[in-house]
């Protein structure tokens, strides 16, 4: 969840890790932090921003060629001051930033205060890097070593970036379940919890893998593993992400850019993967696993949040065009309800970061029980694409907003490729069938192109119910999980509560909150459920709720039930998700704006959840 810089080399490292630690804001914003070292060790953190911490350092920033840096989100202790990173040693000689969870961490506190050691914070991390230098003086070793010999005896997840005063030209860093990534410039080391922070310095990486860790010094990088001390060959990367890819671009928000960068993003998912004349799907990853495709006797998707919303949408997708049975899990409910999987069964695993903890620790857990893992994610060179049998990037482009949008499309863009590959493979979806789905959803860009033209009159529908303290989403089929999709949005940005529910289930409970003060926002396009979804308005509107509906175009039957109506282009029922959303991420997000609310950066939220 937090976000992690590191720089050695010529340059001022201050601006370097200022910069750094903005583009890592959207995965933690409650407190900041730098440790900067010119024969001293310098610490600044508070709570708040990085733009707190630079208003409070002012212009007297010592300068120095080596330093680390750490925005937050917090587990261990309260956001403030002293839970800040970086953290220091009781000696001062060590210096310490860490994203993830030490779950012994209270074992190793009482062990640590019986040998006198004292704590000025509530965290886990302060007890890390008390612990190293512990080590370091028990054993009488080496930074690196005391790192290696301090992290075979910690339980949890980690990325950890470490300095040294006796040690000073070195930086040690390492990771399990928490990212991390070394850049590699001209006589110049970077390392990021993703590579944003140096993009527009270097384009050469290495990932590190789980249970590594690297000492970076001016001779070079020198990676190892943590339980052996066995050097490993590190394998660089060579980035294709842009620096303009991370930038605004004009817009307010990012959110808002990344809700106007959906058309592209889908018509960069689908290229090169469907011959628009005959429909066939060709993914590379899904013919590496044919075969344990046409035998699976069901498939698995695990997900998290909105990638879970978009694995219920491959359900119905899945089921209906290639008529394989499906379960859709929550990976942090599978990982530990002792689940029934086997050889027989695939998982589709999706995550926009292709980081987040839970779905790791699920794929590896389906892995071990003989399944075929599918990775479905946005981030080449991830945790996930790297775990995973087989798998299909969104190429949806970097997401800093940290409520999702492109990636959610982008993510059941890929499913309606998979289904289709299958539904053929298996001999359920007719080539006409498959040739149809495969015009139409070429047309969805251009489609959700005219959708956002209708901004402005969202905007106005969003003034109207701005200042309402609930909403229900109601959706049917394939629109049910678009339905708790819009629901999150909300949720997520405007901290006003929301619920989706399946529009049939409405009179099965969540009909008795319906009041004159309640927007009802109903998904109703054209389609198989349309009839029925019309009754349902008709229960909500006897009620004097107040309805918003997403209606076909021209739809007079629906509009003139409803209190407001956003119209969308029509389209094939398993398509319909894909514009449908659309206008409820700027309802969402307009909203959001209108009750002054942070919308890329939520209370309580991060972009990329690396612990459990």
Same mark, same amino acid.
């Given at each position: ?39 001293? /060790? ?25 330093? +680390? ?8 202790? &309260? ?27 209270? @074992? ?51 990325? !950890? ?18 990212? /991390? ?41 020198? !990676? ?20 303009? @890819? ?41 013919? @590496? ?110 997401? !800093? ?43 969805? #860009? ?9 901004? @402005? ?32 949005? /909300?949720?997520?940005?405007?901290? +006003? ?21 309640? #927007? ?18 008709? &229960? ?25 109506? +956003?119209? +969308? ?44």
């Amino acid at each position: 969840m937090c976000g992690i810089v590191g720089y050695l080399g010529t340059r001022d490292a201050y601006p370097l890790l200022i910069q750094g630690l903005k583009r890592l804001e959207y995965r933690g914003y409650d407190s900041a932090g730098i440790a900067l070292f010119n024969g001293q /060790l310098a610490v600044h953190k508070c709570k708040g921003k990085v733009s707190d911490l630079e208003a409070r350092m002012g212009k007297d920033v010592p300068q120095a060629s080596l330093g +680390i840096g750490h925005t937050r989100w917090a587990t261990h202790g &309260e956001p403030n001051d002293p839970n800040a990173h970086p953290h220091l040693s009781n000696s001062g000689r060590l210096v310490l930033v860490h994203n993830g969870i030490i779950e012994n961490f209270a @074992s190793l506190k009482a062990l640590m205060t019986s040998k006198g050691y004292r704590f000025h914070s509530d965290t886990d991390t302060e007890v890390l890097v008390n612990f190293i230098e512990f080590v370091q003086d028990a054993e009488g070793v080496s930074l690196d070593q005391a790192v290696r010999i301090a992290l075979n005896e910690v339980v949890g997840a980690y990325a !950890i970036a470490v300095l040294s005063k006796d040690e000073p030209g070195q930086m040690v860093v390492a990771r399990l379940g928490s990212p /991390l990534v070394v850049g590699l410039g001209n006589n110049e080391y970077f390392v990021g919890s993703d590579a944003t922070p140096f993009l527009d310095s270097t384009k050469k990486v290495i990932y590190l893998e789980d249970g590594e860790m690297a000492v970076i010094s001016r001779q070079g990088v020198s !990676i190892r593993e943590i339980a052996s001390d066995l050097p490993v060959d590190a394998v660089i990367h060579q980035l294709k992400m842009d620096l303009e @890819s991370i930038e605004k671009g004009g817009y307010d928000h990012f959110m808002l850019k990344e809700i106007f960068e959906q058309p592209k993003s889908i018509g960069d998912t689908i290229r090169g993967r469907i011959d628009l004349k005959t429909g066939e799907v060709k993914m590379a990853g899904l013919d @590496s696993i044919s075969e344990a495709l046409l035998e699976a006797q069901r498939l698995l998707i695990i997900g998290c949040g909105t990638s879970w919303h978009a694995g219920l949408v491959g359900e119905y997708l899945l089921e209906d065009l290639a008529r394989v049975p499906v379960e859709v899990e929550y990976a942090s409910e599978f990982r530990y309800r002792n689940p029934i999987i086997g050889p027989k069964d695939v998982v589709i695993a999706i995550s926009q970061s292709g980081e987040t903890a839970d779905t790791l620790a699920a794929i590896k857990m389906a892995k071990k029980a003989g399944a075929i893992v599918f990775g479905v994610c946005n981030v080449v060179g991830s945790s996930i694409a790297r775990e995973t049998t087989a798998g299909a990037y969104t190429h949806a482009g970097p997401e !800093i907003g940290v409520a999702s949008t492109k990636a959610f499309t982008a993510q059941v863009t890929v499913l309606t490729l998979i289904a289709m590959y299958l539904g053929r493979v298996k001999g359920h979806l007719s080539l006409e069938h498959c040739a149809e789905i495969g015009r139409e959803l070429a047309l969805i #860009p251009e489609k959700i192109t005219s959708i956002l033209g209708a901004e @402005s009159h969202i905007k106005v529908i969003a003034a109207s119910i701005a200042k309402a303290n609930n909403a229900l989403f109601l959706g049917r089929g394939y629109n049910f999980p678009v339905a708790l999709e819009g629901a999150l949005k /909300l949720k997520e940005i405007s901290y +006003i509560h929301a619920e989706g529910y399946p529009a049939a289930e409405m009179k099965h409970g969540p009909i008795a909150l319906i009041d004159e003060q309640m #927007p009802i926002v109903i998904i109703a396009p054209r389609g198989d459920m349309y009839e029925k979804l019309v009754s349902n308005v008709q &229960e909500v509107k006897a009620r004097k709720g107040h309805v918003i509906s997403i209606t076909g175009q021209g739809n007079e039957e629906v509009r003139s039930l409803s209190d407001a109506v +956003i119209e +969308i282009p029509d389209t094939l029922d398993c398509l319909s998700p894909l514009l449908a959303t659309v206008p409820l991420q700027l309802l969402s997000y307009h909203i959001a704006v209108l009750r002054g609310c942070n919308v890329d950066q939520p209370r309580n939220l991060a972009k990329s959840v690396t612990v459990e």
